[in-house]
């Protein structure tokens, strides 16, 4: 699978969040939690990947086996809907 630069900002920035999890990125992408780190790790400055990965290793929230069913699905309220792969009009 190639990957545009559009999609591996996308696949950072959902690495980065917290209640975005490994199992969500794959079902996007197609990348399992290993192909995602060794993406970060290119992609990000050495610093910035000791940093994310001390964040994240274990983290519950990344994990959805793992994951309190009390911890929904996050949405902000300014993020905006997608529908059939075009962004609505609010």
């Given at each position: 699978?190639?990957?545009?630069?559009?999609?591996?900002?996308?696949?950072?920035?959902?690495?980065?969040?917290?209640?975005?999890?490994?199992?969500?990125?794959?079902?996007?992408?197609g990348?399992?939690?290993?192909e995602?780190?060794?993406?970060?790790?290119?992609?990000?400055?050495s610093?910035?990947f000791?940093?994310?990965?001390?964040?994240?290793?274990?983290?519950?929230?990344?994990?959805?086996?793992?994951?309190?069913?009390?911890?929904?699905?996050?949405?902000?309220?300014?993020?905006?809907?997608?529908?059939?792969?075009?962004?609505?009009?609010?």
């Open positions: 699978m190639i990957l545009t630069e559009k999609d591996i900002d996308r696949i950072i920035e959902m690495a980065w969040e917290d209640r975005t999890t490994f199992d969500a990125i794959e079902i996007q992408f990348l399992k939690e290993k995602v780190i060794e993406l970060m790790r290119k992609q990000m400055k610093s910035s000791k940093m994310w990965r001390k964040r994240t290793n274990g983290r519950t929230t990344k994990h959805a086996a793992l994951r309190n069913n009390a911890v929904g699905r996050f949405k902000c309220s300014l993020q905006k809907t997608i529908s059939h792969n075009k962004i609505s009009k609010r």
